[in-house]
């Protein structure tokens, strides 16, 4: 089945507890995308990539972190996370083409206190 | 620049009527896609219907159509024979030809349907 898993689904944590949730697509996408959704703001892009060690900033990049080690995986990370980053993220990822959909993560639900 | 506007932050329906979620968008690139998502109160994103730019007819996935009108830059979704389950938010979103890095999103449309 296709699919793009993200862990975890939910994370409360600290101000300045460094964390990473993860992402991984089955799809041999190239490209790989993650958005934090805010009420009245709809998805925003944080970062993306269009293959292996390709990264490269989205619109509100600040405050976070990726990699691309293998095509398959894009883990987000959050060094120093503030409650400003209070959000719903989501992982996606897509074929290189305009006619294609993005398939997204289950959507991981962070709290930072 | 490229701009997604959803226009209605709520809407209700009734049960069996049909609705439909204003989108309008804004680009320069020739080619493009524009594209529907649902997300229900469990929070995934689940993909519903796509419009290419040069597509002549409009999308249709079963209860879902898109009335693409080009010339006036929108695309909305049309829902028929609405269900209580389509009660979800709508996200009306665009993917352009010389950036396939992005989807450009709306700020959504809640859709209540009522019994």
């Known amino acids: 089945e296709a699919q793009v898993t993200q862990n975890p689904r939910y994370l409360i944590t600290v101000t300045g507890k460094k964390l990473t949730v993860t992402c991984s697509q089955n799809?041999?996408?190239?490209?790989m995308s993650w958005y934090r959704q805010d009420p009245g703001l709809g998805l925003r892009q944080i970062y993306y990539?269009?293959?292996?060690?390709?990264?490269d900033k989205g619109d509100v990049p600040e405050g976070y972190k990726v990699s691309r080690k293998e095509k398959r995986n894009f883990p987000l990370i959050l060094e120093s996370p503030s409650p400003n980053q209070t959000s719903l993220y989501f992982c996606?990822?897509?074929?290189?083409?305009?006619?294609?959909?993005?398939?997204f993560g289950q959507g991981t639900r962070l709290t930072v206190v | 620049a490229q701009k997604i506007t959803q226009t209605q932050p709520g809407m209700f329906v009734q049960e069996k009527e049909a609705v439909t979620l204003d989108c309008t968008y804004d680009?320069?690139?020739?080619?493009?896609?524009l594209f529907w998502y649902k997300q229900p109160s469990s929070g995934e994103m689940i993909f519903l219907i796509y419009?290419?730019?040069?597509?002549?007819q409009n999308a249709t996935e079963g209860r879902y159509s898109l009335n693409f009108q080009k010339a006036r830059k929108s695309a909305n979704l049309v829902i028929s024979a609405s269900q209580l389950g389509d009660s979800a938010m709508y996200f009306c979103?665009?993917?352009?030809?010389?950036?396939?890095?992005?989807?450009?999103f709306g700020s959504g449309t809640k859709l209540n349907v009522k019994p």
């Open positions: 996606a990822s897509s074929a290189r083409a305009a006619n294609t959909e993005a398939f």
């Open positions: 799809m041999n996408h190239e490209y």
């Open positions: 990539s269009m293959n292996v060690e390709v990264t």
């Open positions: 680009t320069s690139d020739p080619s493009y896609g």
């Open positions: 419009q290419g730019s040069y597509d002549q």
């Open positions: 979103a665009m993917r352009v030809i010389y950036n396939f890095n992005k989807f450009y």
